[in-house]
């Protein structure tokens, strides 16, 4: 693949930005890439706004602020592990809980994991998740003021919660 700036060189950084739904790739070679700046500090601020999701570039004294983040533990700063991807140890989850938590819902929209379950899974495991499915759907019944519905689902979530007991 050719290098979208020159048109010269083979494409070897691909770099994708989804925004507002529309995806944007950018195909360059090495050259076009550090002209353009995405290489060193500014590829890291261009790199933690899109990830954070921010329209805005970080001003440089939020760059400062987070590459002054350090674990008390281990030492690990946020430039390294934003490089790494791997946290030091267990006090990097007080030190940098915040930014993880905005990854988290960057990648997977919730800081709250909801996986598949396995086929043979314990039961009360698929009662408690049809229960959450559940209480979703009866708060957008009362949205709606579909009582009758609503009442039906709650009725539905108090049987599944006596199997619970």
Partial sequence: MECQECGKRTATIHLAKIKNGNKEEVHLCEVCAAQKGYFGSQMLEGF???FLNMD???KDTELNSLSDLKCNLCGLTYNELSQAGRLGCSECYKTFGEQIELMLRRIQGSAVHSG???L?????IKIRRKIQTLRK???K???EEAYEEAASLRDEIKELEKKLD
């Fill in 56 to 58: 805005q570039p970080l």
């Fill in 141 to 143: 019944k009362v949205k």
């Fill in 137 to 139: 759907e009866l708060e």
């Fill in 116 to 118: 598949k379950i396995a």
């Fill in 48 to 50: 933690i706004s899109s």
């Fill in 120 to 124: 043979r899974a314990d039961e009360k």
